[in-house]
């Protein structure tokens, strides 16, 4: 069965599934009718409580924010909107973002970070440090408590392996699902790169390439994976198909669940953004959310030092793009999505947007960014990214002639993940985020 033949399958399921759709909601709509000429005294609360419901993605049946521990909060801040639980300037829906890796998701993260904190929002933020669990599945228990005066959680956005119905639990039912994917050459290779050391495969094959004479760990891995995997070692999760890993389906092996697994997440999100296209990307999301062309600036983030990426080979691509088959499946069926997307959006339209974003987004990095790609070594505490032992993580250094206000917005934009976690992690909770406990 070759990928092609499944993406077709998969790409057909999508067209016959709404016409089935519809064809049974035909059929309810004829029997509803019917029976309400038979039944005058129908109940039409449970007709709006139903409405309701189906009032967007997240259905969930026990709330993680249960309404009876609602605390009010005591001393409304400044610019409090009394109909907006005293938190708001803006109408942002609940947003779930799911942080997949290597695939530029700490810039995406960084644009929710910025607008998260500007709009006061409550993070759903990891109990323990800075991912939930991963590579466990996700579990509504590994959330951190809703802080005092929220009602509940706006912005979630850290990494996790993705469980649809535990997420459910803790965000809002109108919550706005995405997530990013890329091209599964590269962040296969991104991810074999900057986790050698922490994926147990990998590193077998970087130990067994010091014997090999002068093959890379990745040329030795690429040899013979199955020779360097163990599936049941939990830590070897990002091994093999590390997007489909992410995104909760069986990355191990194709299975018969496989298709109706994909069908269940494209019903889920609202938006599967494409690396490759970020810009466009983006203007889909700023249309989803309501956001501004500014509150979608961005200065890349969490970018390997150049001399570390080098392009490719054909066939070093083509035996990554075996060995994660179902992750090129996975991206080829949103890429087309995405593109359905685009055309709903009018491609015009897109175009002038993102020409637009990109003037906009020279124009605050020319404001910001005195250096970029600076190594580590040269780089202060609070604007150096985290770095993986094995691969070297460049950042930006910020003009020093700006204003306090233009400071401030300009840290912010160039600021790693970890750094800008703790930050908001303590300003939500006013104390320090929990370390992971040792071993
Ligand atoms: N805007 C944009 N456009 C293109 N590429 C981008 C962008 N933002 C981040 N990147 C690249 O994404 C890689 C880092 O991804 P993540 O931030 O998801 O990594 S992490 O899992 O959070 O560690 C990392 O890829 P590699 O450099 O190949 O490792 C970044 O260079």
């Not at 009718?33 to 259905?59: F, W, Y």
């Not at 509150?295 to 030092?305: G, S, T």
Request: charged residues 25%.
């Amino acid at each position: 069965m070759t990928l092609r033949w499944m993406s077709m399958q998969l790409w057909r399921r999508r067209v016959t599934g709404p016409l089935v759709a519809l064809l049974i909601t035909v059929l309810l709509m004829f029997l509803a009718t019917h029976s309400l000429q038979n039944n005058r005294e129908h109940d039409v609360s449970a007709v709006e409580r139903k409405a309701q419901r189906s009032d967007g993605v997240m259905h969930p049946s026990s709330h993680h924010n249960p309404s009876n521990t609602h605390r009010q909060r005591e001393q409304p801040r400044p610019d409090s909107d009394p109909h907006q639980h005293g938190r708001r300037k803006r109408s942002l829906p609940p947003i779930a973002f799911l942080k997949t890796h290597k695939t530029g998701s700490s810039t995406v993260q960084n644009i929710l970070f910025r607008l998260g904190e500007r709009e006061r929002a409550t993070f759903a933020f990891p109990y323990i440090s800075y991912q939930f669990s991963y590579p466990n599945r996700f579990q509504a228990k590994y959330v951190d408590e809703l802080p005092a005066g929220s009602s509940q959680f706006d912005i979630l956005c850290s990494h996790m392996r993705l469980d649809l119905p535990q997420l459910k639990q803790v965000m809002p039912p109108n919550t706005v699902l995405f997530t990013i994917l890329r091209d599964p050459t590269t962040t296969f290779e991104s991810t074999f790169n900057y986790y050698t050391n922490v994926v147990p495969a990998f590193a077998k094959a970087k130990n067994a390439s010091r014997v090999t004479g002068g093959k890379s760990a990745l040329a030795t891995f690429l040899e013979n994976p199955d020779a360097f995997w163990n599936p049941h070692a939990r830590a070897n999760g990002p091994a093999k198909n590390p997007m489909s890993f992410d995104l909760g389906l069986n990355n191990v092996a194709w299975s018969l669940s496989w298709p109706s697994d994909l069908i269940q997440l494209e019903d889920a999100f609202h938006l599967v953004m494409i690396m490759e296209h970020f810009d466009e990307s983006l203007v889909l999301l700023g249309d989803l959310l309501g956001l501004e062309t500014e509150d979608l600036a961005y200065v890349r983030l969490n970018a390997r030092a150049g001399h570390q990426v080098s392009p490719l080979e054909r066939e070093t691509r083509e035996k990554i793009r075996e060995w994660n088959s179902l992750d090129v499946l996975l991206y080829d069926f949103f890429f087309r999505l995405f593109w359905e997307k685009a055309k709903d959006y009018g491609l015009d339209r897109l175009n002038e947007d993102v020409a637009q974003l990109r003037v906009t987004r020279e124009r605050l990095k020319q404001k910001c960014v005195s250096k970029e790609a600076v190594p580590p070594g040269e780089l202060e505490d609070l604007l150096r990214p985290w770095q993986s032992e094995t691969a070297t993580i460049v950042g930006y250094k910020v003009r020093e002639d700006l204003g306090t206000q233009d400071q401030a917005f300009c840290v912010r934009l160039v600021l790693p993940e970890l750094q800008y976690h703790s930050h908001l992690y303590f300003q939500q909770y006013g104390r320090d985020m929990r370390a992971v406990p040792p071993e």
